[in-house]
């Protein structure tokens, strides 16, 4: 009898705990833009901005020192951001993305894409309407970005690369 006065004791406070700390992961990933610069291990697996020609750069998501940066040195007045709005952590960093891009005077688009099926409908549909911005938006200095500037960038990369708007990407100093 010991046992189960014991586990009806201990469940409910289990039970407790758990929403707490459900509760708690989730509050802190809406905050997550403030916190990314100090999740360490997240920057040695960033990529590095590539160029794909004189007018595009790709590369990973840009803090407002980043961006600023690339403003100067290249001229960017265009961003394409590939974060997925629909997940939180990266909706709180496109959300401070368009402060930024605002107060730097840059055009910002937003093309959510997926990393977990690179080759699905959704992601494929919005390459093509990338690849038609960037025809039409012809002359602009374009940053197209996802997170860690890696799987989604590279997609695009490719993309861009059959559609004739770059060719094979080269580092940016």
Known sequence: ???????????????LFSIFGVYAVFALLSYFD???????PLHFIQGEVQKLDDNILLGPYPHFDELKKLQKETGINTVISLLNDSLPQEKALLNRERKIAERLGIDLYSYP???FNLNGTHNRRNAEEISALVR????????IHCYLGRHRVNFVRDNLIKAGLGREVSAHN
């Open 1 to 15: 009898m010991g046992i189960l006065k014991k586990i009806f004791y201990l469940l409910p406070r289990l039970i």
């Open 34 to 40: 403030y916190i990314e610069r100090f999740l360490f």
């Open 113 to 115: 894409m997926t990393y």
């Open 136 to 143: 039409k938006i012809n002359g602009s200095k374009i940053y």
